[in-house]
């Protein structure tokens, strides 16, 4: 004769809260990555993460704060990925590529962190536009000081200074748009991308943190060119 105990059906393991938490914002990472938005259910974001959808309203909320979340969390991942490897003991030129490699590292690593980033959470505009300001002024400040601090290295002018925020914006943007390129183009690796920025950005940049900048034509030169 079959115990009690034995009929009963097993229950499911209860695991630590944030372990949920993660298991449940990997589903619905890649649900968002896949379906959209709009187009995902939250039905569907449980089956992924092998819960019940009452679960994962409990533990996240509603679609809305699901995604807010998954904004907020891909947004600090990246970020956490580029200022683990960059070392102040290196030279600007190194730290910058170290920087932009790893970028380019995550967004092939976690594709779906970045479709949902910069696709999915930027074609939606409002209620979410808090998160994805938040994500990228994270990021312009950390190119923001790596800019100041090969200033401060290469005993740039003070004027530089105050325009590295602006050229940190610059690079974010860049980058951006390199990486959504990218996805439409996987064949390319993370390191051939990278040069790539590196090419477009250090270039530049490189001059500008040893003093020498740009100057537009004088009026006359600028006559003196064929239209």
Known sequence: MRSEQGDRPARAKRLPRAVRERQILDAATAVFSQRGYHAASMDEVAVVAGISKPMVYAYLGSKEELFAVCIKREAGRLVDAVGAVVDPELAPEERLWRGVLAFFTFVGEYRDSWNVLHRQAGSEGQPFAAEIAEGRRRAIALIGALLAQAAVAEGVPEWFLGET???????????????????????????????????????????????????????????????
């Open 165 to 227: 925020e602006a050229m940190a914006a610059a690079l974010v943007g860049a980058g951006e748009s390199l990486a959504d390129w990218w996805l439409d183009h996987p064949d390319e690796s993370a390191k051939a991308m990278a040069a790539r920025l590196m090419n477009l950005a250090w270039m530049g940049f490189g001059n500008l943190v040893r003093g020498r900048n740009w100057q537009p034509p004088t009026s006359a030169k600028a006559d003196a060119e064929p239209a």
